[in-house]
């Protein structure tokens, strides 16, 4: 009996430590926020600031539906535990954030709690949004207070059990978060300074090029190596290798425009990255452009997470592909893509993008190509290629073997020699 | 299918190759070409999105299997209309909203004017139809007179006496598919597309049961298109509807 009541009380004493840990951990680094709200009165050089960075955020890109109210919340962003919508962040009062003071908003981007204090879903990209300064927070507060209110109610988050539950999030928290703030290098120059805060901060660049663990954490210790985008199907490639989408030998003026842009003389932007360049870095100053090009193009090379495992050395004999796959494959090429390509897939810059020797074609992933394959495309629209050429979906015309086929053929003609693109991979949704 | 898969390719390369063709010959001593870009490719709108060719054709295709709409003679004010309600949530269709989602104002007025402008003879409509002379006849009745009894205006009170369409918001109804005729009267109805408001396609399709919908839509398909199947540039009578695509001049205008 006595035994019985001493395991008791120390199971008792540890899920209290346990528990006090893990609140201690969740509030780590966090002042109150000051109550009443200290008066903040905003300049319209602070709005305007504001409305910047919110560019520069792409806040819009998940908080606006399409054709919706600006800032209204969004449609759900898909995770691999359920779907979580992004909130309405306009100042009504009972949807929006009307009530929130500036020390509400910095709670939120700096620590990732709401102004009733529920912990918040990092869909919401506060591990990257701690690194925001308080001005810049401020600026963005004062902005959003600017913009009309709209009575949009937000939607629920779908959520799977356990994913659903505020505990859930806070063992999360606990493992995997930690408040910080921008520390400049001193041994790096200012512009490569302000790259690497807004790459890593506003830009949230690491949610879609970063690897995430099984917890759905980005990790950060393995920095832009690339990840597949969760619930999207398309791979956000390594920016820290040169054999995907790594500057590291490109003309800094390229980088710029492919962000400025959405295309440039080394490459064009489609998917999800088109999204970023039409909501976000079209908007921003050519210093800040080259900021982050600066900062991108001197990240430190590391092989792409996905072809880590692949020997480095290059393989002795060429990839093996069906003769019959890739005889169907030709077929439809000259069919369908040939006209604007290249009968050689040399393209035709500026309009067509090559696929001979493209690495965008060869990664070894092939989950973009079957995108793109499908679902066509133009390039956003910008100052800098305001008329862009478009390219068919051909989804409704070539079923999923066609697809295997004619990107196995791409993959493996003209000097190509990437991995066979198997049925499998294209019925995948 | 694979019919269909040729006639496609077989738009798709006929529009490439006579947009990427010399320009017709121009009256004056100066050269006639088209502005190329460095890599040889034409600058022009028509080759910038032949990528809309490859599922619409060049004339529009026509058949009991065809589905894509005719955008070619389309009132500039329609097509551009469409173009920003998939960008702006108001259509829905993940083709088109993939292609069109990144695309300025500018530009979808732009492309909007070219295929306005296309002047393409129209193919031949298919003069039979696997629907009942009840079933036509009630969508002939809908087409031309409508359904006072619940409020259902004719087709041609807003479409245009020939159904061609109207300047420069309201498409022709003639030279459509029967599926895709059917499938734009049923979003109506579901409410799963929209016009700018007052959206009165909404006020009418809502009105509309799928009986109704099979027999306009059976009887439009097979209408012989008439040979000059221009938008006409105004109505007889005020539209009996406000409708938003339209400016407002057009429904103040007496008769």
Redesign the interface.
């Known amino acids: 009996m006595r035994r019985l009541m001493v395991v008791l009380l120390a199971s008792l004493a540890l899920t209290g430590l346990a528990g006090g840990a893990l609140v201690a951990l969740n509030l780590r680094g966090e002042e109150p926020v000051a109550m009443p709200a200290v008066a903040f009165e905003a300049t319209p050089a602070q709005v305007e600031r504001g409305r910047y960075l919110a560019l520069a955020g792409n806040c819009a890109g998940c908080h606006t ?4 109210a600006p800032y209204a919340g969004g449609p759900g962003i898909e995770t691999p535990f359920g779907t979580v919508h992004a909130s309405n962040l306009t100042p009504d009062t009972r949807h929006g954030i009307g009530d929130w003071s500036a020390g509400h908003f910095w709670r939120a981007m700096h620590h990732g709690r709401s102004k009733d204090g529920r912990l918040l879903y990092p869909a919401f990209p506060y591990p990257s949004f701690t690194r925001v300064t308080r001005e810049d927070s401020d600026a963005l507060y004062a902005y959003l207070r600017s913009v009309p209110p709209a009575a949009v109610p937000n939607a629920p988050h779908r959520l799977r059990f356990p994913y659903d539950t505020q505990l859930a999030l806070a063992v999360w928290r606990a493992l995997s978060f930690e408040p910080a703030s921008f520390v400049a290098d001193p041994a790096r120059t200012a512009e490569w300074n302000r790259g690497a805060y807004l790459v890593d901060g506003l830009g949230h660049c690491i949610a879609c090029h970063g690897t995430r663990n099984s917890l759905g954490a980005t990790e950060t210790s393995r920095g832009l190596a690339g990840g597949l985008i969760p619930g999207e199907n398309w791979y956000a490639p390594s920016l820290a290798s040169t054999r995907e989408a790594g500057v590291a030998d490109w003309e800094l003026r390229d980088i710029v425009q492919l962000l400025g842009s ?1 295309t440039s003389p080394r490459g064009s932007v489609m998917g999800p990255m ?2 970023v360049v ?1 909501g976000s870095t079209q908007h921003l100053g050519t210093a800040d452009l080259t900021a982050m090009a600066t900062y991108l193009r001197e990240l430190p090379a590391a092989a792409a997470v996905e072809v880590a495992a692949a020997p480095a050395t290059p393989r002795a004999a060429p990839e093996r592909r069906d003769a019959g796959t890739m005889e169907r494959g030709a077929r439809i090429y000259d ?2 893509c040939a ?2 390509h290249g009968d050689a897939g040399q393209g ?5 993008p090559p696929l001979a020797g493209n690495r965008a074609v060869l990664m070894t992933t092939p989950v973009n190509l079957i995108q793109i394959v499908r ?7 910008t100052a800098g290629n ?12 070539l079923d999923d073997g066609d697809i295997a086929a004619v990107l196995t053929y791409v993959r493996g003609a003209w000097g190509n020699d990437a991995p066979a693109v198997s049925l499998q991979a294209t019925m995948r949704r | 299918m694979g019919g269909r ?1 040729r006639h ?2 077989a738009g ?2 006929g529009c ?1 190759l006579a947009t990427a063709g010399p320009a017709p010959a121009a009256p004056v001593a100066a050269p006639a070409t088209i502005p190329a ?5 034409p600058d022009t ?1 028509g ?9 619409h054709g060049r004339e529009g295709a026509i058949g009991n299997g065809a589905f894509y709409p005719r955008l070619a003679g389309k009132p500039a004010g329609y097509l551009y209309n469409q173009l920003a309600s998939f ?4 259509r829905f269709n ?2 088109m ?8 104002d ?2 979808l007025r ?1 492309i909007a004017a070219y295929f306005a402008g296309l002047d393409l003879p129209y193919p031949d409509t298919p003069s039979t139809s696997d629907a009942t002379p009840a079933t036509l006849a009630r969508g002939r009745e809908l087409a031309l007179e409508g359904d006072a009894t619940r409020g259902v205006p004719a087709c041609v009170q807003c479409h245009g006496a020939a159904l061609t369409g109207v300047q420069p918001g309201i498409p022709a109804l003639v030279g459509l598919p029967r599926l895709y005729l059917s499938s734009q009267l049923g979003a109506w109805l579901t409410d799963s597309r929209h016009a700018l408001p007052p959206d009165c396609m909404r006020e009418v399709g809502r009105r509309l049961t799928t009986a109704d919908i099979n027999a306009v839509a059976s009887w439009l398909a097979i209408q012989p298109v008439p040979a000059t199947a221009k938008a006409v540039a105004a109505l007889p009578r005020p539209l009996p509807l406000p409708c938003g695509s339209m400016p407002r001049a057009a429904d103040a205008r007496t008769p």
């Open positions: 539906q399409r054709g919706g959405g088109a999204d039409h069919q369908r006209y604007c035709a810059p500026g309009a067509y679902q066509g495309g133009f390039l956003p629209a305001p008329r862009p050429y478009g390219m068919p979906p051909f989804g409704q015309v | 898969r496609l390719v798709v390369l490439l870009t460095s890599h040889g490719v709108i080759q910038r999105v032949a990528a809309c060719i490859a599922c960008r702006d949530g108001r993940s083709d909203t993939h292609l069109v989602r990144h695309l300025s500018d530009y732009e």
